[in-house]
């Protein structure tokens, strides 16, 4: 069956300290369609995570995605609460998952947690954003490839 994946980031320099998320989405064919980062300001790393994930969300409802998604994550923490397993205790995060659920409609989304070094490219991502933002390069990153 079609499906397209997300890996979504986050990174905090000191969480909380400079943060930024990145978020790549990978066509069913394995061909990569976007490239998107963005800085946050100072938040800590859990938010920065979250925003991976709904930037990635958000730009899969602009194109023809697919109904079937897998989102791929180092969080632990997101992927088990965006999976149901684990309750969303802070006020802050409470509100960035439910934008992430309501970003989850029409998609058949199926959560998988990864180790670091999968995760290498939307961290590299975020990485970036964190740098341009440090030589005062503050505009999000979209590389639009495929579709």
């Known amino acids: 069956m079609l499906r397209h994946i997300l890996y979504a980031d986050g ?74 397993n684990w309750k969303v205790k802070h006020p802050d995060m409470r509100a960035l998952a439910l934008t992430a659920r309501d970003l989850l409609q029409p998609f058949s989304p199926t959560f998988v947690w990864i180790p670091r070094e999968e995760n290498s490219k939307a961290d590299a991502l975020a990485n970036e954003a964190l740098d341009n933002a440090a030589n005062g390069l503050l505009h999000p990153i979209v590389r639009r490839y495929t579709s």
């Open 11 to 84: 990174a905090s320099r000191g969480n909380p300290g400079p943060a930024a998320y990145g978020s790549l989405v990978l066509n069913h064919e394995g061909e990569v369609v976007a490239e998107l980062a963005g800085y946050l300001d100072v938040a800590t790393n859990n938010f920065a995570e979250y925003y991976g994930l709904i930037t990635g969300l958000e730009f899969l409802h602009t194109i023809s995605a697919p109904p079937l998604i897998e989102i791929r994550m180092d969080s632990k923490l997101v992927v088990e609460q965006m999976s149901g």
